[in-house]
Nanobody
Framework: VQLQASGGGLVQAGDSLKLSCAAS????????LGWFRQATGKEREFVAA????????HYLDSVKGRFVISRDNAKNTHYLQMNDLKPEDTAVYYC??????????????????????WGQGTQVTVSS
């Protein structure tokens, strides 16, 4: 599986952005899909994940109510709709795919080491 992230940009606080991650390969539906981010000088952190069938989603507390993850298995794409963006959301955002995370486990989905595939990053910059 190869992943290609897109949709980043420079926005003002309070604006919205929608990130996309397009996947190649025929087993897209077999993976849970996630988004992580890494701000300058900080470690990569989990942002959101959606399970194989879309029944479960997991979110970092600080983005709950503002970000929504979704997937379209027919298009082999998953998305991160980011609303009410804040300067602290500024980071490089990475998409990933995992076949090893237990579906209902936040901990598993937040563990980057369980991800089998990663896309390149897309920069999100939020100005105040």
């Amino acid at each position: 599986v190869q992943l290609q992230a897109s949709g980043g940009g420079l926005v003002q606080a309070g604006d919205s952005l929608k990130l996309s991650c397009a996947a190649s390969g025929r087993t897209f539906s077999a993976y849970s899909l996630g988004w992580f981010r890494q701000a300058t000088g900080k470690e990569r952190e989990f942002v959101a994940a959606i399970t194989r069938g879309g029944a479960n989603t997991h979110y970092l507390d600080s983005v709950k109510g503002r970000f929504v993850i979704s997937r379209d298995n027919a298009k082999n794409t998953h998305y991160l709709q980011m609303n009410d963006l804040k300067p602290e959301d500024t980071a490089v955002y990475y998409c990933g795919a995992t076949s090893r995370a237990r579906q209902t486990s936040y901990v598993d989905h937040a563990r980057g080491s369980l991800y089998d595939y990663w896309g390149q990053g897309t920069q999100v910059t939020v100005s105040s």
